[in-house]
């Protein structure tokens, strides 16, 4: 029914920005509550970054300051913008909502 699809991933060296992208395909997608997680090689993936109704927001401790979760103007659409990344950011980062996962884009970070 509902699919959500990233984009936006890629390579970057240290201390640049990313801005990924997350977009409901397929009907109607209510997007109340929504969430970017990430997973690094060799690690269980993590909670990054949370935003419900009303635009309350929630963030991993390890991205406070430089990330920030929003949603488009039109709704139907959830950013994360990244800046002064980190080579420990390097992962694939999922779109998550109303227990509907993305497939993921692959963020890597070179020194």
């Known amino acids: 029914q509902v699919q959500l699809v990233e984009s936006g991933g890629g390579l970057v060296q240290a201390g640049g920005s990313l801005r990924l992208s997350c977009a409901a395909s397929g009907s109607i997608f209510s997007m109340n509550v929504m969430a970017w997680h990430r997973q690094a090689p060799g690690k269980q993936r993590e909670l990054v970054a949370v935003?419900?109704?009303?635009?309350?927001?929630n963030y991993a401790d390890s991205v406070k300051g430089r990330f920030t979760i929003s949603r488009g103007n039109g709704q139907n659409t959830v950013y994360l913008q990244m800046n002064s990344l980190k080579p420990e950011d390097t992962a694939v980062y999922y779109c998550?909502?109303?227990?509907?996962w993305g497939k993921g884009t692959l963020v890597t970070v070179s020194s």
């Open positions: 998550y909502g109303q227990g509907i």
């Open positions: 935003i419900g109704s009303g635009g309350i927001t």
